[in-house]
């Protein structure tokens, strides 16, 4: 299993757009409603926004290519607060979850975070995802707070902000 992890181009938007949602298909029915699944999609991953993100030199997009195939993918951008930064994305496509990529995303964007003198990596998920959840606190995220954010369209957001402290 030869991994290779590098930033996103934007000849990937297609795949990552594709990946997204095989990814959210598997993770988000019995958690929000199909009609949030699509309008988040779209919101997330058109085209345009993929394009306009990997345009931004703040904004960090990697991808995990598994023996040549996109397999993960993760995007991470500064919040507010110095010295932090949000795991904005992090998916790994199900059928090759389980064998470390998202391990390997988290301590590869950990790893730049550092090395530009930050210290702290936080990131939102749902509270019923269950698998994200325990994941997360695999990899040393604990929890910070519970927001409920309205996204438009009827949809809400109801997630915990987790945090790893990397220093």
Do not use: C
């Amino acid at each position: 299993m030869i991994v290779e992890i590098s930033p996103v181009a934007t000849t990937d938007v297609d795949a990552v757009a594709a990946l997204a949602r095989v990814v959210w298909q598997d993770a988000y029915p019995g958690i929000i409603t199909q009609a949030q699944i699509d309008f988040m999609l779209e919101q997330r991953y058109n085209a345009p926004r993929l394009l306009q993100e990997l345009a931004t030199p703040d904004i960090w997009w990697d991808k995990a290519m598994l023996d040549g195939q996109l397999a993960a993918f993760a995007s991470t951008l500064p919040t507010a607060t110095p010295g932090e930064m949000k795991l904005d994305k992090i998916y790994v496509d199900p059928a090759r979850q389980r064998h470390g990529l998202g391990g390997r995303l988290i301590a590869h964007v950990s790893a730049r975070l550092l090395a530009r003198g930050g210290h702290t990596l936080i990131l939102a998920v749902n509270k019923r995802n269950e698998r994200a959840l325990a994941a997360y606190r695999k990899h040393g995220f604990t929890l910070r707070e519970a927001v409920r954010v309205d996204i438009g369209n009827d949809f809400v957001m109801d997630d915990f902000i987790m945090e790893k402290s990397l220093g």
